[in-house]
């Protein structure tokens, strides 16, 4: 009778542990200011090999979240170029992470809109999940040391870039 | 100056035409229909990453472009096998609607037999608990069919002697 009281409690135990693993691992919390990242290796989007968000430590990153079929990644796009080019250097990067595409599709997309920063491919949308994100685009600004200095779950503008990515960057970001 | 073609001769070329899309037509229907029947089951066996659905059942505009890479390869002439492959180098392996048997994803095949058989088991060594349990009541019962004993023979006399019936 004990041994069956034991089983009985041990299974109870085991199905109201699956049920709360279910729910924290559905449960997509998002990166956090002060944060560290998530940086694992992911290939490029050129198929020019593996590429991590590690790489960039040192340098204030942008990390967009982008995919080709999502309407407003393009009308952001020129924009994140556009900043890219007057910051991008020593200090600053923007980084893209085409995500839950297919890399052709994406591969178009970056050649059509002219973007010249470096592009990683997340095709299951892990790294994304990772970071919190619940659709494309997000962006995210890390720090030089990997952790989350600002976000915004949407699309960015020249006007988002200027007054909350800009202020924070250190003031000769435009280096080579 | 060419001769003009004879009626003869108009007659036998438009029966030649007719013949030949008699037997053209059909094969290219056929074609056709094989091919949307081969998109079908492919698109009813991966997933549409984004929307979490069969990709059959997906209109977003990343099951869109979806859609149109598994025809482009279902054009090329890939089989099956190769379209869900080449899914998977996009999309990873979530993009299978079934677990592809190995790894982790084996867990899946593996944990319902493994637990029909606990079950199975459970429920045999339940019914045979039950089983010995009932057979020792019917044993005790048989006791009983023997008969009060004595001593519960002698109090009912002298309950019945009180009442005088």
Known sequence: MR????????????????LVYGLVS???????????APSPSLPKLDESGSGSLKEYRGKWVLVNFWASWCIPCRD??????????????????????DTQDLSDDGTKFAKQYGLTYPQ??????DNGHEFGTTGVPENYLLEPNGKLAWDEPGPVDAKILSEHVAPLLPPNSKES | MSPRPGRG??????????????LLLPAAAGAASALRTELNEI?????????????GLAESPQATREKAFVEKLVKKGESKDEIKDALVAQYGNAVLAEPNGS?????AYVVPIVAFIVAAVLLALGVWKWRQAS???????????????????????????????
């Open chain 1, 3 to 18: 041994v069956r009281s034991i089983i009985a409690v041990l299974v109870a135990v085991a199905i109201v542990g699956l």
């Open chain 1, 26 to 36: 559905k449960g997509n919390s998002r990166l956090a200011v002060g944060e560290a």
């Open chain 1, 76 to 97: 952001e796009a020129p924009d994140l170029e556009k900043f890219q080019q007057e910051h991008g250097g020593q200090n600053f990067t923007v980084v893209g992470i």
């Open chain 1, 120 to 125: 990683l491919h997340d095709g299951n949308g």
């Open chain 2, 9 to 22: 001769t108009l007659t036998t070329a438009l029966a030649v035409a007719v013949a030949l899309a008699a």
């Open chain 2, 43 to 55: 698109e009813e066996e991966v997933m549409c990453p984004v929307c979490g659905t069969l990709l």
């Open chain 2, 103 to 107: 790894g982790f994803s084996i867990s």
């Open chain 2, 135 to 165: 057979g020792s009541e019917d044993d005790d019962d048989k006791s009983d069919v023997d008969g009060p004993s004595d001593e519960d023979r002698e109090r009912l006399d002298a309950d019945l002697a009180r009442y005088d019936l």
